[in-house]
């Protein structure tokens, strides 16, 4: 399997990368929390089945979270596809990968400043990140 994404290094200096993995990714579970402005959650255990999310556990009680809250975690393709379709003309977009089995494990995502003057700077969005960890492959 084979993912491109762009990583931005600095506001002036893209590079580019191939992410390659041999390991079929579609029956996993991983762990994953979610920083941004929106209620905190802690952080959640996800069953992916056919790379889709198939039920979710708060790691804090080990209760089950509903599954209208499952639409803000990730698969690791969804990770993959939050890095690819960010618009970097707005968004600084640092990436971790996971060094044992080349997934993203941590993405932040940060609002470029929009410099109005010398004196003005204006955020127009706010930023967010991921963080996945624990990754185990389900037979």
Same mark, same amino acid.
């Given at each position: 399997?084979?993912?491109?994404? $762009?990583?931005? $290094?600095?506001?002036?200096?893209?590079?580019?990368?191939?992410?390659?993995?041999?390991?079929?990714?579609?029956?996993?579970?991983?762990?994953?929390?979610?920083?941004?402005?929106?209620?905190?959650?802690?952080?959640?255990?996800?069953?992916?089945?056919? %790379?889709?999310?198939? %039920?979710?556990?708060?790691?804090?009680?080990?209760?089950?979270?509903?599954?209208?809250?499952?639409?803000?975690?990730?698969?690791?393709?969804?990770?993959?596809?939050?890095?690819?379709?960010?618009?970097?003309?707005?968004?600084?977009?640092?990436?971790?990968?996971?060094?044992? %089995?080349?997934?993203?494990?941590?993405?932040?995502?940060?609002?470029?400043?929009?410099?109005? %003057?010398?004196?003005?700077?204006? $955020?127009?969005?706010?930023?967010?990140?991921?963080?996945?960890?624990?990754?185990?492959?389900?037979?």
């Amino acid at each position: 399997m084979k993912y491109i994404c $762009i990583i931005i $290094i600095s506001a002036f200096v893209a590079t580019s990368c191939v992410v390659e993995s041999s390991k079929d990714i579609y029956d996993y579970s991983i762990d994953q929390a979610i920083s941004c402005f929106c209620p905190p959650t802690g952080t959640v255990r996800l069953f992916v089945r056919a %790379d889709t999310i198939a %039920d979710a556990l708060s790691l804090s009680d080990n209760n089950h979270i509903e599954r209208s809250q499952w639409t803000r975690y990730k698969t690791i393709k969804g990770l993959f596809d939050v890095i690819a379709q960010r618009d970097t003309s707005r968004f600084d977009v640092k990436v971790t990968m996971d060094p044992k %089995d080349n997934y993203p494990s941590r993405i932040f995502i940060n609002p470029k400043p929009v410099i109005v %003057d010398s004196i003005a700077v204006i $955020i127009t969005d706010g930023g967010f990140a991921y963080e996945t960890s624990n990754y185990v492959r389900l037979k």
